[in-house]
């Protein structure tokens, strides 16, 4: 009965009461965030990259095979997202969840590129050393907005807790993410193209590398820009 008491009274004590919401400039780690009834608010650039059909890997290849293009994917997108600033902080099997400040223009320009020089990697460039198994198609989508982020799982145990990410724009890049797919990779809201500098909407010849796309999410059709284009380094 202990450990059912000691449980009722951790649920009833976070879901009763406020919370003390403080707002912050930059993206957390784990240790900056208290398990106490705290959260931390800032506006953010959710970046989600999702490999398709990841589950018919398992049954086409043998499992270690699947580990070594699971583990390849997950280095390109990990490796070019840091490079242009973004911060990481989930890995989910075949997706990758990714932040930037979503304050500055720069901030939301640069998740793009790291979109469109993602794809160059793993649909150009390092085609032919995925291709010796399975052609990769990946959808990566974009979103920004207010974000609340919270510290969940099991205290004083590094193991098992982790940042929880709060906010429509979080929820609307994942859904994004999973519905882009080949040739058109990379996918972000309205919103999102409407705080592009023009270096990243327009390409060297003036014409808008964006065509207008659909995502259904929440019950609702939802206006997305989306692009085949790629930026090689």
């Not at 590129?113 to 793993?122: D, E, G, H, I, Y």
Request: charged share 25%; aromatic share 12%.
């Amino acid at each position: 009965m202990d450990f059912v008491n000691d449980l009722e009274n951790q649920v009833r004590e976070y879901l009763e009461g406020d919370y003390e919401v403080s707002e912050v400039t930059d993206i957390p780690s784990v240790d900056n965030v208290s398990f106490k009834k705290k959260a931390k608010k800032l506006n953010l650039c959710a970046y989600s990259i999702d490999l398709r059909n990841s589950s018919d890997l398992l049954f086409k290849h043998l499992k270690q095979t699947s580990g070594k293009i699971h583990k390849a994917f997950l280095t390109v997108a990990a490796k070019v997202v840091q490079k242009y600033g973004g911060k990481i902080r989930s890995f989910q099997g075949d997706s990758i969840l990714v932040f930037w400040s979503g304050v500055y223009k720069e901030q939301i320009t640069d998740a793009v590129k790291a979109a469109m020089v993602t794809k160059w990697f793993l649909d150009i460039e390092f085609s032919k050393y995925f291709e010796k198994y399975e052609k990769l198609d990946f959808g990566i989508g974009i979103d920004l907005g207010e974000v609340y982020i919270l510290r969940a799982g099991i205290s004083r145990d590094a193991n098992n807790n982790d940042l929880v990410f709060i906010g429509k724009c979080v929820n609307f890049a994942v859904a994004i993410a999973n519905q882009a797919r080949s040739p058109n990779h990379v996918e972000i809201s309205k919103y999102a193209y409407e705080n592009l500098l023009e270096e990243m909407i327009y390409d060297k010849n003036g014409n808008n590398m964006w065509r207008n796309g659909i995502v259904e999410w929440n019950g609702m059709k939802h206006e997305t820009k989306i692009t085949s284009y790629y930026l090689p380094l």
